[in-house]
T-cell receptor, first 112, second 111 residues
């Protein structure tokens, strides 16, 4: 399938903002998602954005989409130790039956 | 509560012994899917189902079977498990455009 790329690790201090980046190659992507996985747990949908949107904000989370550059980012404001987890970027499009195509995940470590 | 339920959560089995991982959703979703998660490889789709009696291969279907006889259930069958199928498995159902709901995962070890 098409590629979804993420950096593997990110470390931030508590209270700072975190920015997790993702790039994708499929120009027909319809929806783009951010999922969170805590240790030993399943995947929790954090937020998603439709491909005709540039930005979506939901409390501490801000998603930015640059469709021209195929770049998606997730900003977490006032990062807390409870935000430490793996964050997955994923894309889907109608001509793949809306299958989720995941990046390999970014491990976010929040230090006190 | 809307959810996807997988069973078992943990399973250790021996090579060649047939097993089934069950998945059930209570949201009346048409689309269901199975993924496996492996270190360094992320999540990869095994099989998916668009509706009852409609199933199709994902990216890594070899060694797996599925069935979709009822809308709520989508079991994953390993007819002859091998050690390379040791993995963390997730079932998911699609909530329309808003994304997928995932089960809690099944950690399978094949020895």
């Amino acid at each position: 399938g098409e590629d979804v790329e993420q950096s593997l690790f990110l470390s931030v201090r508590e209270g700072d903002s975190s920015v997790i980046n993702c790039t994708y190659t499929d120009s027909s992507s319809t929806y783009l998602y951010w999922y969170k996985q805590e240790p030993g747990a399943g995947l929790q949908l954090l937020t998603y954005i439709f491909s005709n949107m540039d930005m979506k904000q939901d409390q501490r989370l801000t998603v930015l989409l640059n469709k021209k550059d195929k770049h998606l980012s997730l900003r977490i404001a006032d990062t807390q130790t409870g935000d430490s987890a793996i964050y997955f970027c994923a894309e889907t499009h109608s001509n793949s039956g809306y299958a989720l195509n995941f990046g390999k995940g970014t491990s976010l470590l929040v230090t006190p | 509560e809307a959810q996807v339920t997988q069973n078992p959560r943990y399973l250790i089995t021996v090579t060649g012994k047939k097993l089934t991982v069950t998945c059930s959703q209570n949201m009346n979703h048409e689309y269901m899917s199975w993924y496996r998660q492996d270190p360094g490889l992320g999540l990869r789709q095994i099989y998916y189902s668009m509706n009852v009696e409609v199933t199709d291969k994902g990216d890594v279907p070899e060694g797996y079977k599925v069935s979709r006889k009822e809308k709520r259930n989508f079991p994953l069958i390993l007819e002859s498990p091998s050690p390379n199928q040791t993995s963390l498995y997730f079932c998911a159902s699609r909530t329309g455009a808003g994304g997928y709901t995932f089960g809690s995962g099944t950690r399978l070890t094949v020895v």
